[in-house]
């Protein structure tokens, strides 16, 4: 088991246990305050974020359930410490987190997006139904209407001769812009991606992504998340993306998204729900403290 650390500052002496997992590379914490009234804050969750050891894309929050026949109410934070509506890796995660402890393979947890349910098969097969993709220009949500949302009036470069342009846009419980290009790997995403984020389209910020559709059951993805950056794996982007393509006709309903930490199984089910189904990996254990003194504790 990893070592405390001691972090200083927060609400409450209190250590909590962190588990460090990923999926598909996509970094993930999960902390679990269940059975306890603890909140983290938006400087904690920075604060765990800047360790080093404890380095996160999202953190997974479960706090006891709100409805009966639920596992846990969730919030998730991404790195700079606002919060997501969504975040599919991060649910596998939890999936196997939850199925290690209970045995319990079906399972329903609460977000702040809705309600989502995860199926553990194996550590390498976990599902999550992750509910209806939202194509309405204020649900989304835009700053401005647009009546077809499989494309819209966006572009990066000049008037005359844009290096990215038309993307479509899609909410999968966050907001996200995919861009279609010939190479994913043809364009500088960092930089374009934390500018478009905050593009003032997008009140509420946006995942910016690039597609690259190779055949019509495979798509190559690249993701610069809101509030994180670049990313190996964007379950929820995997997702936009995949429907995306469905509602242009450049796929069929169930396609495999190749993101840069490996292969998504993405369907869109007759009943209109996504499931997204790929692996979960535990890396670590350990504690933090978040009072008390700066810098590594001992033991």
């Known amino acids: 088991m990893s070592q405390p ?26 902390v679990d305050l269940r059975g306890t009234r603890r909140q983290l804050s938006a400087d904690e969750v920075r604060r ?41 890796n991060g ?8 199925a290690e402890r209970t045995a319990r393979h079906e399972q329903h947890f609460e977000t702040a997006a809705g309600r989502l349910d995860v199926t553990v098969a194996s550590a390498d097969r976990i599902t999550v139904d992750m509910g209806m993709p939202r194509f309405k220009w204020d649900e989304i949500p835009l700053s401005e209407p647009f009546h077809n949302t499989r494309r819209i009036e966006l572009q990066v470069g000049p008037i005359d001769a ?3 342009h038309s993307p479509s846009v899609v909410s999968m419980g966050n907001p996200h812009a995919i861009f279609w290009v010939e ?16 593009h003032p389209l997008f009140p509420e910020r946006a995942n910016i992504s690039l597609a690259q559709v190779v055949s019509r059951t495979l798509i190559r993805l690249r993701t610069w998340e809101r509030g994180a950056g670049l990313t190996r794996a964007c379950g929820s982007a995997a997702c936009a993306a995949a429907v995306a393509a469905m509602r242009l006709d450049l796929t069929d309903r169930k396609v495999t998204v190749m993101v840069p930490g490996g292969p998504l199984e993405i369907e869109w089910r007759p009943d209109g729900h996504v499931t997204m189904t790929g692996p979960a990996e535990f890396e670590r254990q350990g504690r933090v403290n978040l009072a008390g003194a700066t810098g590594p504790a001992g033991g």
């Open 91 to 98: 649910m596998r995660c939890v999936g196997w987190y939850v």
């Open 183 to 198: 190479d994913v790997d043809a364009h500088d995403l960092a930089r374009h991606g934390s500018l478009l984020e905050y």
């Open 5 to 30: 650390f001691a972090i200083a500052g927060g609400d409450s002496a209190v250590p909590i246990d962190l588990v460090k997992m990923n999926g598909l590379g996509n970094e993930i914490v999960v």
């Open 162 to 164: 844009p290096v990215l």
């Open 48 to 88: 765990v974020a800047a360790l080093p050891e404890w380095r996160f894309d999202q953190m997974m929050v479960l706090h006891d359930p709100r409805h009966a026949g639920t596992e846990a109410f969730i919030r998730i934070y991404n790195t700079d410490g606002s919060e997501a509506g969504a975040c599919g």
